[in-house]
């Protein structure tokens, strides 16, 4: 289980950078920059859906935190897909 979220914290680190370098560029208009953070939007969005498909019901409603986590997991995707589609 360490290095799941040894994982996690490699891949996920480098993406919240790479949104926070890409976010002015996109507001001022420059196609790279939408192109990527609609594509981090995207991704973000897949990840409480993945988790769910590969965990199933029975250990994905038996820990309350975890429910708590994948449902900011889902407040934060709906969020950057509204932000990053806006235009």
């Known amino acids: 289980m360490l290095l799941n979220h040894i994982l996690v914290g490699v891949l996920l680190i480098p993406l919240g950078y ?3 370098y890409a976010a002015p560029h996109a507001v001022s208009g ?3 920059a ?4 609609r594509t981090i939007a995207l ?3 897949t990840l409480p859906v ?4 590969l965990m199933g019901t029975r250990y994905y409603f038996a820990a309350p935190l975890f429910v708590l986590g ?3 997991t889902v407040i934060v995707a ?3 897909l509204v932000v990053a589609f806006a235009r």
Do not use: C, K
């Open 18 to 20: 790479l949104t926070i």
């Open 30 to 32: 420059a196609s790279w």
């Open 34 to 37: 939408q192109v990527v953070v």
């Open 43 to 45: 991704s973000v969005a």
């Open 50 to 53: 993945a988790l769910f498909a």
């Open 70 to 72: 994948a449902a900011l």
């Open 78 to 80: 709906v969020t950057l």
